[in-house]
């Protein structure tokens, strides 16, 4: 990993480039010391037992490939209208790219290139704080005050020295050990303590999601609610990427990472959309962008036609399995 970190340095220095907030510094990520699987994306196959608008009895186990994307018999439209958007919004952009999706309340699901592996920037801290919330869990003691705080920092303002002081806290072995229980078998924890150069996957990303926003064995009700609660009050400067188009009646988590380096910039954003009758999740992960606001563009023209298909009445009839939403 040093020689990479020995491009970034020589990228950030011939720039003169300096990134606060939601991005990784050159500092956090050169000098962390110095205080700076599934081949398909969730195929769960839980989809609405009524055709599109019909009413009539559709079997939901039955599962239809529409391009990148994969759904319900009944959700065959949507699964199309989703796969042709989202691959139109990719389309003639520069870099690479990758995407998954999935909504659980129809079972719709999409992925592309969700296997290609990303350097983190500051998506991982959202790994950080499951996994220090996963090691609170087996020890039974709650955060401390410090740990909060950090936490807070951590998540809502993305602050590096926070998130150093919690990737050295929880450790090495904790944070492979909650990626293991997560079956997060894709992602690379960044060695000698460079934690945004994290090699992560769009299929890992989405993984993450679904472990916050629904029951499962690795993350109790409080620990999820808990992180998805600071994941909701992310500052509104750093609110871009995947919630760009999103509804005013879901309720927002986010996480987005920027970092540049001698190929151009990382840009990824992590995000899941919750309210009355919604639950759905979306990961875009961008490397080799020309300029920052170049690869915040491209997630957002993933994330805008995300949310119109999906809050689309005609693709979406309103009687959506209402038992697979998640709480707001």
């Not at 510094?25 to 009524?50: C, E, I």
């Not at 499962?216 to 992310?234: D, E, I, K, W």
């Not at 759905?280 to 490397?287: E, G, S």
Request: hydrophobic share 40%; charged share 20%.
């Amino acid at each position: 990993m040093r020689p990479r970190a020995l491009v970034i340095a020589s990228a950030v220095l011939t720039t003169g480039a300096l990134i606060v907030g939601a991005g990784v510094t050159a500092a956090s990520v050169l000098k962390p010391a110095a205080r700076a699987g599934r081949s398909t994306a969730a195929a769960r196959g839980r989809g609405s037992q009524t055709t599109e608008g019909s009413g009539s009895e559709a079997t939901p186990d039955v599962r239809v490939t529409e391009g990148i994307c994969t759904a319900p018999a009944a959700y065959s439209k949507l699964a199309a209208q989703l796969s042709a958007d989202i691959q139109g919004a990719l389309r003639g952009r520069t870099g690479n790219h990758a995407v998954t999706v999935d909504d659980t309340v129809t079972g719709v699901s999409c992925a592309a290139n969700e296997d290609r592996h990303f350097d983190s920037a500051s998506i991982v801290k959202a790994i950080i704080l499951a996994a220090l919330l996963r090691w609170h869990q087996e020890t039974g003691v709650p955060l401390s005050q410090e740990e909060q705080q950090e936490a807070t920092l951590m998540i809502t303002q993305s602050d590096n020295d926070a998130a150093t002081d919690l990737w050295d806290e929880v450790g090495m072995s904790r944070l492979q050990h909650f990626l293991d229980l997560a079956k997060m078998d894709q992602t690379q924890l960044g060695q000698d303590g460079y934690w945004g150069l994290t090699q992560v996957t769009a299929h890992d990303e989405l993984r993450l999601l679904e472990l916050l926003t629904g029951p499962n064995s690795v993350l109790t009700a409080a620990s999820r609610s808990y992180q998805l609660g600071l994941m909701s009050q992310v500052i509104s400067s750093q609110r871009w990427g995947t919630p760009a188009g999103a509804p005013s009646d879901v309720t927002v988590h986010v996480k987005n990472g920027w970092l540049p380096d001698g190929t151009g910039w990382h840009i990824n954003s992590i995000g899941a959309f919750t309210g009355k009758d919604k639950n759905y999740l979306i990961a875009v992960l961008t490397d080799e962008d020309p300029s920052e606001q170049y690869g915040i563009d491209t997630v957002e023209a993933v994330a805008e036609v995300v949310h119109r298909d999906l809050n689309d009445t005609k693709l979406v009839p309103s009687a959506r399995l209402a038992a697979n939403a998640a709480p707001s």
